[in-house]
């Protein structure tokens, strides 16, 4: 598996992310093999939109930085509203 599919993955599962739930990563590689990911977490009306970018050489460790960093700002609670609404529905 490339390193970048591993930063996206370590991601989502650190968010515990799924098909349902308003969540994205994207990892790319530079020429020098460093990892950049980009990590997202919104509300399912759009209103709110985290987003962090991390540089790095370990995919796994970024996808878990990234969702601690999302989670300190708000994401944990986004994310439980998502799980509420949809438990709801």
Known sequence: M????SAERSFL????GSCTVPVAA???MNEGRQLTL???????DGKTLLKEELTGD???QLGKIAAAN???RGGK???EQVR???RES
Request: net charge negative.
């Open 2 to 5: 490339s390193h970048t599919v």
């Open 13 to 16: 599962r650190n968010v515990e």
């Open 26 to 28: 994207h990892a790319t």
């Open 38 to 44: 980009t990590a997202l977490i919104a509300s399912t």
């Open 58 to 60: 370990d995919p796994e």
């Open 70 to 72: 999302l989670f300190e």
């Open 77 to 79: 609670e986004i994310l």
């Open 84 to 86: 509420a609404e949809q």
